[in-house]
């Protein structure tokens, strides 16, 4: 009898993933030809988002004794947010491609990032967990993104991993909705499900905008005793003040 391709790439799928990736191995999310995730040649286009930021949402400024507008129009409630690159290029098809297209194996270079960043930043924290999806969209998409994000920078860091935080509600996607809509869409979303104790808590995303559901997570985290709340995500949308 002769199997289909598609059929054994799913019966061979069972014989564990690392006998899928020899068999079938992936090519980079971005230029498409060098095996891997993220190819070496790609990984080395992507840039650092290196001061002047504003000390508060991480956003960069144009000088250092610039003020940014939107923190001061609107003051977010958590400690610091830092995101570790721009939201363009090999990232951008990356978190892409684990958002809407399996590529799990994005998890660990993206989260490479992410440590490097917590890292530069020199923040003390001694938890790190993860912006949560509704239950709806994670089984839509059969994992949390941000999740598995959270789980191997953690691992990376020697830092516990734990699920703090649950989704309430079904809201609309982001996209598209400018600062204020975005803060009014994920404003009480979100509630605590596990015990914190004077905790300081790194809260990972895969991509911060305005910060507006990192401060909605960071928000429901200090009312239930965190002591500080640092966001960290892989990317952002490029701008400055």
């Not at 977010?76 to 951008?92: F, M, S």
């Not at 869409?185 to 509630?191: E, L, P």
């Not at 991509?207 to 960290?232: E, I, K």
Request: glycine share 6%; net charge positive; with cysteine.
């Amino acid at each position: 009898m002769i199997t289909q391709p598609g059929r054994l790439k799913e019966e061979v799928y069972g014989l564990g993933g690392r006998l899928l990736d020899l068999l079938f191995p992936a090519r980079c999310v971005n230029c498409k030809q060098a095996p891997g995730a993220l190819c070496a040649k790609c990984l080395s286009t992507i840039q650092p988002i290196s001061p002047p930021l504003c000390e508060r949402c991480g956003r960069a400024l144009v000088s250092s004794d610039a003020v940014c507008p939107d923190c001061r129009a609107h003051p977010l409630k958590i400690t610091r947010i830092r995101t570790a690159t721009w939201h363009e290029g090999a990232v951008r098809e990356a978190i892409h491609a684990l958002k809407y297209g399996k590529r799990r194996d994005t998890v660990a270079p993206l989260a490479k990032l992410v440590a490097a960043q917590l890292t530069a930043s020199k923040f003390t924290f001694d938890i790190i967990t993860s912006v949560p999806l509704h239950p709806s969209r994670q089984a839509e998409r059969g994992y949390n993104q941000a999740e598995l994000l959270a789980q191997e920078t953690a691992r990376l860091m020697h830092v516990p991993f734990a699920r703090l935080l649950e989704r309430t509600r079904a809201t609309t996607d982001q996209i598209g909705l400018d600062g204020m809509a975005r803060r009014k869409n994920v404003h009480g979303a979100f509630r605590v499900t596990a015990r914190i104790q004077n905790n300081s808590i790194v809260l990972v995303d895969d991509v911060c905008t305005t910060g507006a559901t990192l401060d909605a997570c960071a928000q429901a985290l200090f009312q239930n005793g965190a002591h500080a709340v640092y966001g960290a995500a892989v990317a952002r949308p490029r701008s400055s003040f």
